[in-house]
């Protein structure tokens, strides 16, 4: 865990696999953000279209941009995900993204955090992608959060990409997933004192 053990809040970075402009998911992690008890601080990370595709090459000499997303990932005691489903997987800004962090072997940023992914996509709401890297961030040494269930169908007609909502029940199934997250750090913190 990071920070001050006294300290009684935690750190959220949170990101959305999507680029579009309106996309519900960037709407969904800001639903979050905005729906979150107190206890959690939420830091949106919009510039991962700026992360160079992954390359072992660069380790070596790594570039500013994924050292300085590695860096803000090691930071955080929770990572909170809009996940798009693209063709029954992740986009590609997501997929580099989380290929960053889980380099390099051993010493990857993506470990020992509390993790939430919530999907809004077409007529399936992004089930498949969830199925698909969930248990991988599990493996990583994980705790993943995915209850109560998050993947809402049409969900471009259902929510704004600045977070609002006139559907109460996906505002009520994003609090209680906070809830659980904010639960899940509790449990982890107080498990290592």
Not at 138 to 144: E, I, P, T
Not at 160 to 179: C, K, P, Q, S, W
């Amino acid at each position: 865990m990071t920070g001050d053990p006294k300290d009684d809040h935690f750190h959220v970075v949170a990101f959305s696999g999507s680029l579009g402009s309106s996309s519900s998911n960037t709407g969904l992690v800001r639903m979050a953000a905005r729906l979150a008890p107190t206890r959690l601080r939420f830091e949106f990370v919009d510039w991962l279209r700026d992360l160079p595709y992954y390359d072992p090459d660069l380790e070596a000499d790594l570039p500013a941009v994924p050292t300085k997303w590695r860096s803000t990932i090691r930071a955080a005691d929770a990572v909170v995900i809009g996940m798009p489903e693209y063709n029954f997987g992740p986009p590609g800004l997501a997929k580099n993204a989380i290929d960053w962090l889980t380099r390099p072997t051993g010493n990857h940023a993506l470990s020992g955090k509390v993790v939430s992914m919530m999907t809004s996509g077409g007529k399936g709401g992004g089930t498949r992608v969830q199925a698909g890297l969930g248990p991988i961030i599990g493996y990583l040494g994980n705790v993943v959060v995915d209850e109560p269930a998050i993947n809402i169908p049409f969900g471009a007609e259902r929510i704004a990409v600045d977070g609002t909502t006139t559907d109460l029940e996906i505002e009520a199934l994003v609090a209680l997933r906070m809830e659980a997250v904010l639960a899940a750090l509790v449990a982890q913190r107080s498990s290592v004192r």
